[in-house]
């Protein structure tokens, strides 16, 4: 590959680096999962199962697939840490209404640990509001709803 050449990939690919919506949020949401990882390892919790035990216990039970959809997951992950979670003891999962459906629920274990570590998940979110500042971190928080609330307009094309 000629110089002209590489440096015009050098230049696209910079140009990506720091304007590309996904790059730019996966690498913040993989920082923030770090700081929050950092914060639960007393708890022997990570982010991803912190997040699952939490929006099950906001809704008291949730299927398989609407908490795929919560979590803007596919269902195979969900499924995989859900198993992992129930043999640890930490939800439940049992035939909904219609047998297909699989509900989930938090078992008393699963809420005790998810008590548990809600002191360090305050702890990791006051770290990173802290070094935002408040106004940062609010915007923040308001635009990354609004790009996850956007996956829904894509689903109805």
């Keep these: 590959m000629d110089n002209e ?17 996904s790059v730019n949020l996966r690498r913040a949401a993989r920082a923030a999962s770090y700081i929050l990882y950092q914060h639960l390892q007393p708890t022997g919790l990570r982010p991803g199962q912190f997040g699952i035990l939490v929006n099950i216990s906001r809704a008291g039970s949730l299927t398989m697939t609407h908490l795929a959809e919560i979590l803007v997951n596919d269902r195979t992950t969900i499924t995989r840490n859900i198993a992992l979670m129930e043999r640890d003891g930490l939800v439940e999962v049992r035939a909904g209404k219609d047998r297909r459906v699989r509900e989930i629920t938090l078992t008393e274990q699963g809420a005790a640990k998810l ?43």
Excluded at 8 to 13: H, N, T
Excluded at 125 to 139: A, C, H, K, P, V
Excluded at 141 to 147: K, S
């Design 115 to 157: 008590a548990e570590a809600m002191p360090y998940w305050q702890q990791a979110e006051t770290s990173i509001r802290e070094r935002l500042g408040s106004d940062r971190w609010e915007q923040t928080l308001a635009n990354a709803r609004a790009v996850a609330d956007l996956v829904d307009t894509y689903e109805d094309e």
């Design 5 to 21: 050449k590489q440096t015009d990939q050098m230049r696209a690919a910079e140009k990506v680096v720091s304007t590309c919506t």
